[in-house]
């Protein structure tokens, strides 16, 4: 399975204002959600953004918030559930599912779309959890199951297919600037 923009959706689940502060390298995950968000609007990819109570862990990093359309917000770990996730996917073949928790809510929410016959894409480097097992440990299980990890990078890259593409020097430009690794 090869991602294509034009039957791609990307989910960026609860990266929360409230959750960064204990995600260890929360500065560079949230830049590498961006740049997949900021990929996914020049290639006209289609977003999706859950919030997990939003009432009590804040609302999606205002990094975010430009790059991506209002969220959903959910109460459930899963969100395949959500409105954004449920019903055809408005036609997505695949889904990339990136954010936090790799164990709780990305696992969650990747067991259920796999379930439903879903091809669903991890990159490892835009997902995180609190503690390193049960991220690395959520990662094996997800692979297990049947989710193809990757990272922001290659789908990037994979998106665009070629140099050839219109929108190549722009997502280039994306790949060239580092993230943060804080």
Not at 158 to 174: I, N, Y
Request: overall charge negative.
């Amino acid at each position: 399975m090869r991602l294509d923009p034009s039957t791609s959706l990307l989910a960026v689940i609860d990266v929360q204002e409230r959750l960064l502060p204990v995600i260890p390298g929360a500065d560079g995950l949230v830049a590498r959600v961006a740049r997949l968000a900021e990929a996914a609007r020049l290639l006209g990819v289609r977003s999706v953004v859950t919030e997990q109570y939003p009432r009590g862990l804040g609302p999606t990093d205002a990094r975010l918030r430009p790059l991506l359309p209002p969220a959903d917000a959910k109460l459930a770990f899963s969100a395949a559930c959500s409105p954004c996730l449920e019903g055809d996917l408005g036609g997505a073949a695949a889904v990339v599912v990136c954010g936090l928790e790799t164990h709780v809510c990305i696992a969650n929410t990747v067991l259920d779309l796999l379930a439903r016959g879903v091809v669903v894409f991890v990159p490892v480097d835009a997902v995180a959890a609190r503690h390193a097992i049960d991220h690395e440990t959520a990662l094996r299980r997800l692979e297990g199951a049947g989710a193809i990890p990757t990272t922001t990078e290659a789908i990037l890259f994979e998106w665009c297919r070629t140099a050839e593409h219109p929108a190549f020097k722009a997502v280039q430009a994306l790949v060239k600037e580092p993230p943060a690794h804080a």
